[in-house]
C-alpha cells in the first residue's frame, strides 16, 4: 500500500524519535520524506528532486544507486550474513579489509579495530588510549585534549570528546578526563591576523595546556583535520604540523579523527595526509562504505598496537558487530571502486581545486564572507556587513533562513550557525559542480531579498 506523504508524516511525527530534533517543532511542519536516490540527487516524496550537496550527511561518496556495493551486500547475505569476531574466530571480508585499510593508511599502521559508527570508534579509542598507558605503567596518564566545537559524535564519549556546549549542557558531560582547547578557526577568531601565524597561536593553545594539566598526566589529544559538523573550519596549513611537534615534545599520542575527512575527501586517503600530521589512531566510519551500511573503526598505529598485543593482554572492549561481514564486504567493494575510478586523485588535482576557484567567486556576493573549501568541502559565513566585520544577530537565525531556501530551491546546503557548508559526493563532475554553484547563487540571492524584506540587512 502507497502511503501518502501526510501519512508517512503522521506515523513519524507519531512513533520517530528522531536525532538531534525539536519534536514539537517538527510535528507542526511534517518531517520531509526522502524516497530515493541516483547519483549526485535525491527525491522526496513529492517528487522533488534535489541536489544533494551533503553527501547525505557527509557519507554518500560514491553517490546514490551503486549497485556493486548492492550485489556485495547481497552476497555477503547469502553466504554469511553474521559471525562474531569474539572467541577465536573472524571472518573473510573483515580480515581482507582490515589488511586493505591498513595498506591504504601506510607503513606506520598495522592493524584495524572494527564498530559500527563513528561515536563508538571514538568510545574504543578513549579505551584504548587509556589501556595502552596503563600497559606502559602509567595509569595516571589518561587526560585526552580535544577541541571547542569539534563533533566526535554523540556516546557518551563520543559527546565528551566533542566540544559542542549544547550537547556538554545535557546529560552531565564531558565525562572526567577529557579537556578542551580553542579551535583554529582564522577567520571567526582573528581575521585580521597574518593566517599562518595564527596557525602556530592556535597549536600553541594546546602546548598550553598540556603545562596546565601537567605533561605526566596527558594521554593524548584527538582533532579532526578539518572540523566538519563545526561548520567546515580549515585550519592554517601551519597548524596540523606545529600540533605533531608538540605531541612529538611530550610523547603524547596523536589522534586524528577522520570520519568525514577519510577515504579521499580531502583528496587523499586520510585528511590527516593532506595536513601534514602522522596520527597514531584514526577514527573512521562514513565514507568507507559510503554510508551504504554502518561500519566505523579504529586504524592503529604499531606505535599502540605493539604495546597493546605485546604486553596488553586481553582488551576488554568489543561490539556484538565489530567486523560485521557483510559491512566489510561493502567496504571492500566500495574501496575497490574509489581505486578504479582514481577518485582520491581526481578530488585532489581536478574536481578540488574546481570547487575551489568556484567556490572562492561566491565571495563577490553581497552576504559572503570567508569562502574556502578543501577538497571536497566547503564552507562560507553569511554576514550582515562584510567589509566592517558584523554578524548577523545570532537569533535571528540566518543560516536556517537560507538553508530553507536552498530546499525550496532544489539544493540540500547545511547551516552551522551562520555558517553554510556543503561537502558533495567524490564523483560529483564539474559540470555538476557548475550545478552546485549556480544553485548555491540562486539561493543565496533568495536570502539576501528575504534578508532585505525582513529588514535585517542594509
Ligand atoms: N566523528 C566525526 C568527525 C563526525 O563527523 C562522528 C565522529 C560520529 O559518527 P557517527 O557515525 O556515530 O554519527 C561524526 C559524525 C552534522 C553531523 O550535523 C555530523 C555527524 C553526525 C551527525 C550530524 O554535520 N558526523
Known amino acids: 500500500m502507497m502511503l501518502s506523504t501526510r501519512e508517512i508524516q503522521e506515523l513519524d511525527s507519531a512513533h520517530y524519535m528522531h536525532p538531534f530534533t525539536d519534536h514539537k517543532g517538527l510535528a507542526a511542519k511534517g518531517a520531509r520524506v526522502i524516497t530515493r536516490g541516483e547519483g549526485v540527487y535525491i527525491?522526496?516524496?513529492?517528487d522533488k528532486k534535489i541536489f544533494d550537496g551533503m553527501s547525505g550527511l557527509w557519507?554518500?561518496?560514491?553517490?546514490?544507486?551503486?549497485?556493486?556495493?548492492?550485489?556485495?551486500?547481497?552476497?555477503?547475505?547469502?553466504?554469511?550474513?553474521?559471525?562474531?569476531?569474539?572467541?577465536?574466530?573472524?571472518?573473510?571480508?573483515?580480515?581482507?579489509?582490515?589488511?586493505?585499510?591498513?595498506?591504504?593508511?601506510?607503513d606506520r599502521y598495522s592493524h584495524v579495530f572494527f564498530g559500527s559508527s563513528g561515536s563508538e570508534s571514538n568510545d574504543t579509542i578513549v579505551r584504548m588510549v587509556r589501556h595502552y598507558w596503563t600497559t606502559l605503567g602509567q595509569p595516571g596518564r589518561n587526560v585526552i585534549i580535544?577541541?571547542?566545537?569539534?563533533?566526535?559524535?554523540?556516546?557518551?564519549?563520543?559527546?565528551?570528546?566533542?566540544?559542542?556546549?549544547?550537547?556538554?549542557?545535557?546529560?552531565?558531560?564531558?565525562?572526567?578526563?577529557?579537556?578542551?582547547?580553542?579551535?583554529?578557526?582564522?577567520?571567526?577568531?582573528?581575521?585580521?591576523?597574518?593566517?599562518?601565524e595564527f596557525g602556530l597561536e592556535a597549536a600553541g593553545w594546546l602546548e598550553k595546556k598540556i603545562l596546565e594539566v601537567g605533561p605526566e598526566k596527558v594521554a593524548a589529544f584527538i582533532g579532526e583535520p578539518v572540523q566538519g559538523a563545526g561548520g567546515v573550519i580549515i585550519p592554517p596549513k601551519t597548524y596540523w604540523p606545529e600540533i605533531q611537534r608538540i605531541c612529538d615534545k611530550?610523547?603524547?599520542?596523536?589522534?586524528?579523527?577522520?570520519?568525514?575527512?577519510?577515504?579521499?575527501?580531502?583528496?587523499?586517503?586520510?585528511?590527516?595526509?593532506?595536513?601534514?600530521?602522522?596520527?597514531?589512531?584514526?577514527?573512521?566510519?562514513?565514507?568507507?562504505?559510503s554510508g551504504y551500511i554502518p561500519l566505523g573503526g579504529v586504524v592503529v598505529g604499531k606505535r599502540v598496537a605493539e604495546v597493546l598485543i605485546e604486553k596488553g593482554g586481553e582488551f576488554n572492549h568489543g561490539y556484538t558487530y565489530s567486523g560485521h561481514p557483510v559491512a566489510c564486504a561493502v567496504a571492500l567493494a566500495n574501496l575497490e571502486i574509489i581505486e578504479r575510478e582514481g577518485l582520491v586523485k581526481r578530488v585532489r588535482e581536478e574536481t578540488g581545486p574546481y570547487l575551489a576557484q568556484h567556490f572562492a567567486a561566491l565571495s563577490d556576493h553581497p552576504l559572503v564572507a570567508g569562502a574556502e573549501t578543501f577538497g571536497m568541502v566547503a564552507g562560507l559565513v553569511l554576514m550582515k556587513d562584510k567589509?566592517?566585520?558584523?554578524?548577523?544577530?545570532?537569533?535571528?537565525?540566518?543560516?536556517?533562513?537560507?538553508?530553507d531556501h536552498c530546499f525550496s530551491n532544489g539544493l540540500i546546503m547545511r547551516a552551522v550557525g551562520d555558517r553554510m557548508i556543503i561537502a558533495p559526493p567524490l564523483v560529483c563532475t564539474k559540470a555538476q559542480i557548475d550545478e552546485l554553484m549556480a544553485k548555491v547563487r540562486i539561493c543565496l540571492d533568495a536570502t539576501l531579498k528575504d534578508l532585505q524584506g525582513r529588514g535585517w540587512m542594509n
Open 43 to 46: 527525491w522526496d516524496s513529492e
Open 59 to 106: 557519507c554518500v561518496n560514491l553517490g546514490y544507486g551503486r549497485k556493486e556495493l548492492v550485489d556485495a551486500a547481497a552476497k555477503q547475505m547469502e553466504v554469511l550474513p553474521f559471525y562474531n569476531s569474539f572467541f577465536k574466530t573472524t571472518n573473510v571480508p573483515a580480515a581482507q579489509l582490515a589488511a586493505k585499510i591498513v595498506s591504504l593508511a601506510g
Open 146 to 196: 580535544s577541541r571547542k566545537n569539534a563533533y566526535h559524535g554523540s556516546t557518551m564519549c563520543g559527546a565528551s570528546l566533542g566540544g559542542m556546549s549544547g550537547m556538554h549542557a545535557q546529560g552531565g558531560l564531558p565525562i572526567p578526563g577529557i579537556v578542551h582547547i580553542e579551535q583554529p578557526y582564522h577567520y571567526g577568531l582573528a581575521p585580521n591576523k597574518n593566517k599562518d
Open 250 to 289: 611530550y610523547g603524547i599520542l596523536l589522534i586524528c579523527d577522520e570520519v568525514i575527512c577519510g577515504f579521499g575527501r580531502l583528496g587523499t586517503w586520510f585528511g590527516s595526509e593532506s595536513m601534514g600530521a602522522k596520527p597514531d589512531l584514526m577514527t573512521f566510519a562514513k565514507g568507507v562504505t
Open 387 to 403: 567589509k566592517n566585520h558584523i554578524a548577523f544577530d545570532e537569533s535571528l537565525e540566518v543560516g536556517m533562513v537560507c538553508r
